[in-house]
């Protein structure tokens, strides 16, 4: 099982960046995708998350309106297109993913990142003001 992460960077406040996980070795639609991100100093929180089989996503009141999550299911790959990036943004990024019969995409399943079976590599996104 694998969780390939790509993107992140450096770039300016304001402007956007995208992420993308590349999954294999398990059912894709049978998971629900979730992306995280930790901070120095602070505990690691959700993001976004995305459940392919019945299209529900959420994402944290933080992001809301600025990052999008979305998935292609014939690529077993989910991306984060963060918009309007903020210096607070700034953190490492982890995709993860937990069985959907399990944990559902929604708010109860960002604060349980715990619960999450596959973890891909961190990738360091740092904004800039």
């Known amino acids: 099982v694998q969780l390939v992460k790509s993107g992140g960077g450096l770039v300016q406040a304001g402007g956007s960046l995208r992420l993308s996980c590349a999954a294999s070795g398990f059912t894709f639609d049978d998971y629900t995708i979730g992306w995280f991100r930790q901070a120095p100093g602070k505990e690691r929180e959700g993001v976004s998350c995305?459940?392919?089989?019945?299209?529900?996503?959420y994402s944290a009141d933080a992001v809301k309106g600025r990052f999008t999550i979305s998935s292609d299911t014939a690529k077993n790959t989910v991306y984060l297109q963060m918009n309007s990036l903020k210096p607070e943004d700034t953190a490492v990024y982890y995709c993860?993913?937990?069985?959907?019969?399990?944990?559902?995409?929604?708010?109860?399943?960002?604060?349980?990142?715990?619960?999450?079976?596959?973890w891909g590599q961190g990738t360091q996104v740092t904004v800039s003001s």
């Open positions: 995305i459940s392919s089989r019945n299209g529900r996503t």
């Open positions: 993860a993913a937990v069985p959907l019969y399990f944990s559902r995409c929604g708010m109860a399943t960002m604060g349980r990142y715990y619960e999450y079976e596959y």
